[in-house]
């Protein structure tokens, strides 16, 4: 199969449906696009009402084009991640993985275009975030929720608006950033460096202001990013959980009990912010982004759909236990329809929260969001 085959197969692909955003390849199954969270038969010619192992090994191995470094890694742990790009279409990001023996293809679809937080209507303490000279800001969720693109839109503005220099840690490579009033320097996993720990550990001696790391994989991770943070770096990362509770747990669940502690004290003066985001299904289709949001002073934000969309906000700071970590027990739970944001601030050391009565209706709502903001 030679590329040209490979490219026109990927652009009917594309083209079958409005707002593809994954490409999938399973033996067994016809070529599949996915939509709105959907994935959807895709008719071409030839048919192929089921893929064979054959074929999705051939495509597997075109995309991989004989690159030493990924068929080792593919053969060793059993996937690997790679960026391919149609000329003038698309860019993807893609995981070509093992299963049952036979090779599967997942090729996530990534915009030509840098996505400002106007355009992708994100809260506006997006634009604190682009304001704050160090510290560690998590964006956490589910695969698929959009963290690379919240990142890439916060980056964006950075890059409009300072003249910093900013090192980036990918894998791979998804939004290519131009220089704008900042310096760009973005670096690929198995390309450019090994491991995100020694790629982090280099960025250190590069004299960045601005650090994007992927995604914060493991303990050495978390330490050596966590020590940029507290030596005056702005650091940028990902986690895949569901809330801000989740996160705090998840960060301190690395280390040693002996540690906790300490590591505790560290995350209390080095996190600026916590964006948790998930995309919900929206009424007559599509989805919409919503986002948790933990600042200082702890800050919890909803942003819910502005086209019809219902959002149970259930997941807010609550008690600390003993030990010290975070639990989800909420006091209160909020349903809204078409509300813009809901925004309610906490005592950073409050360890029991219980706000006033919120009533459904979007005015008193606002009311009495402004009376408890007084209060805190």
Request: charged residues 25%; proline residues 5%.
């Amino acid at each position: 199969m030679k590329k040209q085959e490979i490219d026109h197969i990927l652009v009917k692909m594309l083209d079958y449906h409005r707002d593809v955003s994954d490409l999938n390849f399973t033996v067994g199954k016809p070529m599949q696009v996915e939509s709105a969270g959907e994935l959807i038969p895709v008719e071409i010619k030839p048919n192929f009402k089921a893929l064979s192992p054959f074929q999705t090994e051939i495509l597997a191995l075109n995309l991989i084009n004989q690159d030493r470094r990924l068929t080792e890694t593919l053969l060793s742990q059993g996937s690997c991640d790679l960026s391919y790009a149609l000329p003038g279409k698309a860019r993807f990001r893609v995981n070509i993985f093992s299963q049952g023996g036979n090779l599967s293809i997942v090729l996530r679809k990534l915009e030509s275009k840098i996505p400002t937080i106007e355009e992708r209507n994100l809260p506006k303490a997006m634009h604190q975030i682009a304001q704050e000279k160090n510290g560690l800001v998590l964006v956490t969720g589910a695969t698929g929720s959009g963290k690379t693109t919240t990142l890439a839109a916060i980056l964006d503005k950075i890059n409009e608006e300072k003249s910093v220099h900013i090192i980036t840690l990918e894998d791979p490579v998804e939004y290519q950033h131009h220089h704008k009033r900042s310096t760009f320097n973005q670096r690929e996993l198995g390309l450019d460096f090994d491991s995100y720990a020694n790629g982090l550990r280099a960025a250190l001696r590069q004299a960045p202001k601005v650090i994007l790391v992927g995604e914060m994989r493991d303990r050495e991770t978390v330490e050596i990013g966590l020590s940029a943070s507290e030596t005056g770096h702005l650091v940028l990362s990902t986690l895949h959980t569901v809330d801000a509770g989740s996160t705090i747990n998840r960060v301190i669940g690395m280390f040693p009990n002996e540690e906790e502690r300490q590591i505790r004290i560290r995350l209390a003066d080095s996190v600026r912010w916590i964006v948790c985001q998930r995309l919900l299904p929206k009424i007559g289709g599509g989805r919409v982004a919503t986002f948790e949001m933990l600042g200082k002073p702890f800050t919890i934000s909803w942003n819910p759909a502005m086209h019809s969309a219902w959002l149970p906000s259930t997941s807010i700071l609550s008690d600390c236990s003993r030990k010290g970590r975070l639990h989800r027990k909420p006091p209160w739970h909020l349903l809204l329809k078409g509300a813009s944001s809901v925004v309610v601030l906490i005592p950073l050391k409050a360890r029991a929260v219980k706000p006033p009565a919120i009533s459904k209706n979007w005015k008193s709502i606002a009311l009495t969001i402004r009376h408890y903001k007084a209060k805190a």
